[in-house]
């Protein structure tokens, strides 16, 4: 067993490309080993901007042998009476490429066949590797790719080096005009030179010598020890994000952390803004005093170690100061002019060419923000329609003209300052919430209501002018606001009519329909149900007790939730099954068959029948109160109740009986108890 190990030697590779090649290169690899039969024990991948790295233990140095078995005609028909092998067995050895007396018999279900037994046996590693290696580099799926000078490839940069060794030897193949070998290079500003290198241990050691962290881990360490020790000299803390932190790991090679200054007065600016102006452009990380109060300090993570820190410093400090300054100007600029006087300069921005401007929009979902609230509790009323006149104003501001990604910050700090009420304040932010998948949800009704409004006006006006999501586009995000919406109300509780809200979305739009109202309700009705079905798809739910609750019935989301858990949990109990196969029996009978009429008891002649008529009324009556409260385990638990009488029904007396009347009054009957348990779901739909 040998290691491999593959380098790929770039130009500097966007940092968000990164993370993504190496998981699709780890997963390259392990396919194209398993499916070319050679086994491994381990695999692992690194990046930085200027290399993608694969490690691989323990792989066995010879592909595993194979034998295939391919089965042809028969034995009567392979030999004859002599045993002698027929033309049969002649052109089969042929096709199969195997000497006509190796051919052999086995024996199957329909007696014994000819079979021709082929044994492949393994090639050398080291050979396929040649050709493997180039297939997986230029098979990494990229988001965007390049072509350079004249070399006929494409590849997300330019690459200048392959490292490709097979235990100490080198896998000899060429990728463009590079030709691989067992050299790497260090650091591009540090350490020039190429690195000759026999294995993975001596890799990490001589990079690491070279000032290059291969290690994503490692090198995301040495940056938060990095800015703790910088922080700690102004007696403060870093900002920890995620996010940016992420990005910056994938920026350098070998990090350095710088701790610079700014003007004192800038901390007059809202705290979001400064913070943002510092993380979005530069990627600054703030500092924080033990109060959790911002300090005029700022952390950044270069990608050399200069002989000269104070001059970086000041660099960096003169480019955030560059920045600060238009925040500032801006922001003091912006407040001459309050948001409700913005409103008006809306009518300037267009949301959507045939969906009119975002004055337009405001006033649609406007509307739409009070029938909620109306619905969801009148109290909200005047906050609603205070958020829906303003939560826009800040898109011609200059702040945000000039920090696109402020959008909802700006409008809160400049409402705050306005001295809007602060549950207004919060939800001209939280209106925008959630962003993406996982997001935090609006902290207010005033939030949720306005959130919903502008998510299913934007939903409804994009289906209403035909511009509606496809596989591979969907430029407005529909997908990701329907997810809010369906959020929003069951993790906040709102029983609403989903068709309620779709049809007054479609009466504020409808001088900007381009399209049948009634079709475009149900296809956004529709999209919203797979947008449920895959919500609780992935939290865990099984696909057939989804279906059958929301192939019955999609409206009011928080009943249809009531139901699904309901019948999730009932699935569980020991007799619950014989009711949903009794169900089915019924509807299986009942297919088909239009006029079924009313029950006439007097026709039930045999005990059996009698006895679910009257399970089937003391269940119904049961359940009626039980329906009117939503608690659908206690109808589920009622309906188990009847699974004897079923049983003793259908084991009893026959259906389809020759006398009409009998017949049709058995078929009123479970036509009924079918009624009754498609109030819940459609119980044919289980498995």
Known sequence: MKELLLEIGTEEIPAGFIPQAMIDLESLAQKELEASRIDFNGIKTHGTPRRLVLVIESVLEKQRDEETRKIGPSKQAAFDEKGNPTKAAIGFAKGQS?????????????????????????????ELLSSLLPKWILSIPFQKSMRWADVPIRFVRPIHWILALFGEEVVPFEVGNIRSGNVTYGHRFMHS???????????????????????????????????????AKVSGRVVKDEEILNEVNFLVEYPVAFCGTFDHHFLSLPREILIHSMKEHQRYFPVLDDHGSLLPHFVCISNIQPKNRDLVVKGNEKVLRARLSDAAFFFEDDLKISLEKRVEQLKKVVFQAKLGTSYEKVMRFRELALWMAERIDPKWREAVERTTLLCKADLVTGMVGEFPKLQGIVGREYARLSQEKPEVAEAIYEHYLPNFAGDRLPSTPVGDIVSIADKMDTIVGCFGVGLVPTGTADPFGLRRQALGILRIILEKKYSISLRGLIE??????????????EQVKEEVLDFFRVRYQNFLLDKGYPFDVIEAVISKTFDELLDIQHRIDALRAAREWKDFESIVIGFKRAMNILKGLVSRGKINPPLFSEPVEKHLYQSFLEAKEKIAPL?????????????THMKKPIDDFFDGVMVMVEDEEVRNNRLALLDEIGKLFLRIADFSKLS
């Open 98 to 126: 195997v000497p006509v007396e190796s051919l052999t018999l086995i024996q199957t279900e329909k007696g014994e066949y000819v079979c021709a037994v082929k044994k492949e046996p393994g090639r050398l590693t080291s």
């Open 193 to 231: 030179g190429p690195i000759p290198v026999k294995d993975f241990k001596s890799y990490l050691q001589k990079t690491r010598e070279a000032l290059v962290i291969v290690d994503p881990l490692e090198r995301k360490k040495r940056i938060e020890d990095e800015m703790i020790r910088e922080g």
């Open 504 to 517: 007054e979305s479609e009466k504020q739009l409808k001088e900007k329909m381009e399209r049948p109202i």
């Open 627 to 639: 329906l009117n409260q939503r608690d659908y385990e206690a109808v589920l638990l009622e309906m």
